[in-house]
């Protein structure tokens, strides 16, 4: 990675999933999404390292039968 690059998770698959906020690509916030340029690369990569587990957190909660899994809000 050259000296200017700035280290992303981003996958291109960008869709905020309504229940839990996140990008069902990446794992971030819609504010961590929008920060990211102005973050330091510390900030950046203490985020990803909690990216993997709040993906499957959230994927965990739909499977006990999150509002996604029941077919949105009632």
């Known amino acids: 990675m050259s000296a200017s690059a700035v280290s992303t998770p981003c996958v291109k698959l960008c869709v ?3 229940i839990s906020a996140l990008c069902i ?3 971030r916030t819609t504010a961590e999404i ?7 690369e510390s900030e950046r990569t203490t985020i990803m390292a909690n990216l993997e ?5 959230a994927r965990s909660r739909e499977r ?9 809000r009632k």
């Open 16 to 18: 905020v999933d309504p």
């Open 25 to 27: 690509g990446c794992g």
């Open 34 to 40: 929008a920060a990211w340029s102005r973050m330091s």
């Open 53 to 57: 587990a709040r993906l499957r957190e």
């Open 64 to 72: 006990r039968g999150g509002l996604i899994s029941r077919g949105g």
